[in-house]
């Protein structure tokens, strides 16, 4: 089967994240803990002299990971290995002693992983422009021309845009920029309303995203109804105050800024769709998008009709989720994946990959879409050319790609065919 895309879009990506990944030191083959002596250490590996490495799955391995093993190999620098799911990582007792942590086995777990993370030295410009390359290869080499990027920082926005404007770049980028909480709202609007006067052809900066809920692998996603089909338990959980959410729609959409939301479960999306009839029966008016939207209720979905909305889903995460989805949702499973009641109701929305937690990749949402129909999600009868096509032909519009049975044949990025090598 062939197909020609105009556009391809992948429509919610962690850009950096990606390159970084790809050139990065992959951990994913790993047969046992004690073989990372024989992993050659390049360049592209190195934060200041700490190691960082990430994608190792101990249930592969005939014996745990531990720090003493880091300690023999790498006596003379601090090592940080992230594990493949992101939650947690394995850490020497050099890198212990300069984060300030204790732990007997140097496994470091969510929270004090994700803050020994952010006190990794910062990539030297050059690493970081050879992560945005690669990145760019990542996704040209998968037929993509368009992304739209949910983790923007001001050091990636002012190489974008040096490198946007010395013509390096081979993708037409969105930028989004993350907000934890009210504490760093206020620098993260002003990062995104000074960048979008500095713009490019192949460069737009989009608004804020936050974080309203959490995912389905973990239960942490906010559901209506109790995680496993139970009568009473666990639904999951809210990061942020609905008050406070409040505030940031209404200063983004001031600035004429996107508003972006995680949101997996119904209920978490209730909520946002809710807050968002109410702030724009007051007057203000806006874009909000609703990244994953994984499980919409029908009355959500009604709701939505009046407000500039569009849903960013991942048909390939349902791939990944297939075998637990069901049990997980009970009850709710009916409105899981709802790409064709999102069609049905006319609600604008695009499908994307969530590099690097998925692939990019075109062909893998097809199969979805495909095969999740013997799963009883609902067949998507709309066009996927049309949604993995980014929505504005003005955006570096002369762009197609062609995919045949899976295979790119052609990618045509602002008029010129980008080689497929
Ligand atoms: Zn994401």
Avoid at 136 to 150: E, I, L, P, S, Y
Avoid at 201 to 219: A, Q, T, W
Wanted: proline share 5%; net charge negative.
């Amino acid at each position: 089967m062939l197909f020609k895309i105009p556009r391809l879009y992948d429509s919610h990506t962690h850009f950096l994240a990606t390159g970084e990944f790809a050139s990065g030191l992959a951990l994913g083959s790993l047969q046992k803990p004690e073989d990372l002596a024989h992993i050659p250490l390049q360049k592209s590996y190195y934060r200041g002299d700490w190691i960082v490495g990430f994608g190792w799955d101990e249930t592969k391995w005939p014996t745990p990971p531990h720090k003493k093993i880091l300690d023999q190999i790498f006596p003379n620098n601090p090592v940080f290995l992230a594990r493949m799911d992101g939650h947690r990582c394995w850490v020497n007792s050099q890198a212990l002693k300069l984060l300030g942590f204790t732990s007997d086995t140097g496994i470091l777990i969510e929270k004090e992983h994700l803050q020994a993370w952010d006190r990794l030295p910062e990539f030297t410009k050059e690493q970081q422009r050879g992560h945005i390359l690669s990145a760019c290869r990542v996704f040209n080499k998968a037929g993509f021309t368009h992304v739209r990027d949910m983790s923007c920082t001001e050091s990636l926005w002012n190489l974008l845009v040096e490198m946007s404007e010395a013509q390096e770049l081979t993708l037409a980028i969105e930028e989004n920029v993350t907000s934890h909480d009210l504490n760093d709202f206020d620098k993260m609007l002003q990062l995104c309303v000074q960048a979008k006067k500095g713009e490019t052809p192949y460069l737009r900066m989009k608004g804020i995203k936050i974080f309203y809920d959490g995912s389905l692998g973990s239960e942490t996603a906010y559901l209506s109804k109790p995680y496993n089909g139970k009568a009473e338990g666990p639904r999951g959980m809210t990061l942020w105050d609905l008050s406070h959410v409040e505030e940031v729609i209404r200063r983004t959409w001031a600035e004429g800024l996107d508003f972006s939301v995680h949101t997996i479960g119904d209920e978490a999306a209730h909520h946002i769709v809710q807050l968002a009839r109410k702030i724009s029966a007051q007057g203000a008016v806006g874009r909000l998008n609703l990244e994953h939207a994984q499980v919409l209720r029908p009355e959500t979905i009604q709701m939505m009709k009046p407000l500039h909305v569009r849903c960013h889903l991942q048909p390939c995460h349902w791939l990944s989720d297939r075998v637990w989805l069901e049990n997980k949702l009970g009850e709710l499973y009916k409105y899981a994946f709802p790409w064709e009641a999102l069609r049905a109701a006319q609600i604008p929305t695009s499908f994307g990959c969530d590099s690097p937690i998925e692939p990019p990749s075109f062909w893998r949402n097809k199969i979805a879409l495909d095969e999740s129909v013997k799963a009883k999600i609902k067949k998507f009868t709309g066009d996927i050319t049309v949604t993995h096509a980014h929505p504005d032909s003005s955006f570096v519009g002369n762009s197609h790609t062609v995919i045949e049975d899976g295979v790119v044949k052609e990618i045509v990025f602002d008029g010129r065919p980008l080689s497929l090598e």
